[in-house]
């Protein structure tokens, strides 16, 4: 019999068929899409009830203007040094004979798990008088520098060293074939990772607030408290809006249409490895620096001022915090993965402009920081549906908002993992249409669904600039309690709460980075297009 031999074949994009049907599916991935773009709408809609001359006046004003030079020097200098980290980092762990190379592989990647506000509070317990720019460099690269290293070194370890040889054989020294060969293959990896610093750094407030560094996010914060959603901070969330969008559009404009990847799926060649020589003795000390400073240091000061709170802080309020961080994470877990399945679902089985617009959509409004998403939900919820205003339900949308790519990316890969013709094959061998998908397309993508809900679950115990606006009267999470403590300098009662928000953070943090490898060893197998 031929029919079922037929029906084990994928069918043509746009002609979907089984339990899903392409209306639903549509009109569903419209409305997260929709939800997606309601921060960017904001922004709009109010830049326009304001009024052009009233806007004016106060985006020109000379504080806007000083928040902007503070915005911009942070990112010029902090953005270069976390990518000349990240990439000599993984050149080493990656490339040379640094000994001890796979624990250094990890401790490079491990201050990822520190929120950068407990790391600046680690810094602050060490050196009280740190305050200013050049105090908010030293706090962004040391936190956010892991944004760079993990995808480069994840780049590094696929490349083929053909190259490489071919350039040495042609008489390049180690650091032209460097400079001229293995650097332009990073370029993606390393400025998708300077994008997520930059994004980082101005969606960025407990870190900068501890250190009495002003920029948009701190700005918008104190205004947001002092005249509640006034116009003048209104307009401060726009003027951040219109830059994380042009970081956007600056890093897809140098991005372009370049891509390097290797022809065949042949096994990778082990590269040569540099020996480092006599450098040996200062990339180990240089790295040990590094790693130190960055875990190290604030580590130590959280475990030293645990130890004299632990006896202060009620282990009720402990565990009440806890509980309540995850259950907000469960929740928003399980309602983002449930949201990001069909925009997910309709890129890989059903790949046009549209459902690529669709899915565009929520990288716009995770670009945007907490600070802009929670004015636009607050404004939202009091004017169209005042009844959720400072209630659960508006936290977790916001949430979602905040997190919603790091479902959509595990569903994508597991969804292209799962094909359709499996599903088709169930089918004709009898199985109904919603069996068929539940036990193949589901079963399938079940590990990936449970990776990105592992991942939104953990950044939303971690998460503190929506929370501080916009969780109701007497919600207690780990980052508001931290945060409410060592604003009033209590520092060991705030401990054990930083605590236990980096133990929580480790294991995401480690599966990030296994994740990076994997998805870097199957790129390598990939034909090019």
Not at 360 to 387: C, E, F, N, Q
Not at 406 to 411: P, S
Request: net charge positive.
């Amino acid at each position: 019999m031929t029919a079922p031999a037929a029906a084990t074949h994928d069918h043509a994009p746009g002609r979907p068929r089984g339990p899903v049907r392409r209306p639903v599916l549509v009109a569903t991935a419209v409305l997260v899409a929709a939800f997606a773009a309601l921060p960017l709408g904001f922004v709009v809609a109010m830049t326009v009830d304001t009024g052009w001359s009233q806007t004016l006046d106060l985006v020109l004003r000379p504080r806007v203007g000083e928040l902007l030079a503070n915005t911009v020097l942070l990112t010029v200098t902090a953005v270069p040094l976390s990518v000349a980290l990240g990439v000599g980092g993984a050149w080493l762990v990656e490339r040379t004979t640094l000994w001890g190379r796979r624990i250094w592989s990890l401790l490079l990647a491990a201050p990822l798990a520190v929120p950068a506000f407990v790391g600046s509070y680690g810094w602050v317990s060490a050196v009280p008088s740190l305050a200013g720019l050049w105090s908010g460099v030293l706090i962004a690269v040391l936190f956010y520098y892991p944004l760079v290293y993990i995808p480069v070194a994840a780049a590094l370890s696929r490349l083929d060293p053909a190259l490489e040889e071919t350039a040495a054989s042609l008489g390049l020294g180690r650091w032209a074939v460097f400079l001229r060969v293995v650097l332009p293959q990073l370029r993606l990896a390393a400025l998708g990772g300077a994008v997520l610093v930059a994004l980082h750094l101005l969606a960025e407030y407990g870190a900068f607030a501890m250190i009495r560094f002003d920029t948009f996010t701190t700005a918008i914060m104190v205004q947001y408290q002092s005249t509640f959603n006034g116009t003048a901070g209104t307009m401060l969330a726009g003027v951040l809006a219109v830059l994380c969008l042009g970081l956007l559009a600056i890093e897809s404009l140098a991005r372009g249409r370049a891509r390097y990847a290797r022809v065949g799926s042949g096994a990778l060649a082990r590269p040569t490895r540099i020996p480092l020589g006599g450098y040996q003795i200062a990339a180990q000390a240089a790295l040990l620096a590094l790693v130190a400073a960055a875990l190290g240091l604030p580590l130590w000061f959280v475990l030293r001022w645990t130890a004299r709170g632990w006896a202060q802080t009620a282990p009720d309020d402990l565990v009440e915090a806890l509980s309540t961080s995850f259950g907000y994470g469960a929740v928003t877990a399980g309602v983002t993965v449930a949201a990001a399945f069909p925009l997910a679902y309709l890129a890989v089985r059903q790949p046009n402009p549209l459902t690529r617009a669709l899915e565009a959509s929520t990288y716009v409004s995770s670009a945007m920081p907490g600070i802009v998403i929670g004015l636009a939900l607050v404004t939202v919820s009091i004017r169209a549906v005042p009844d959720l205003y400072q209630s659960a339900t508006v936290l977790v949308l916001a949430y979602v908002l905040l997190f919603l790519p790091r479902a959509a990316v595990g569903l994508r890969a597991g969804l292209a993992q799962a094909p359709v013709s499996l599903e088709e094959a169930a089918r004709a061998l009898g199985a109904p249409p919603a069996a068929a998908f539940a036990r193949i397309t589901l079963r399938l993508t079940a590990p990936a669904s449970a990776a990105g809900a592992a991942l939104v679950f953990l950044a939303v115990t971690n998460e503190l600039t929506a929370t501080l606006i916009l969780a109701p009267n007497g919600t207690h999470t780990l980052a508001t309690e931290f945060w409410a403590r060592s604003s009033e300098i209590d520092y060991a009662g705030a401990a054990p709460y930083a605590l236990t928000m980096v133990v929580l953070s480790l294991p995401t943090t480690y599966l990030l980075f296994r994740q990076s490898r994997r998805a870097a060893g199957r790129g390598g197998r990939s034909r090019s297009r």
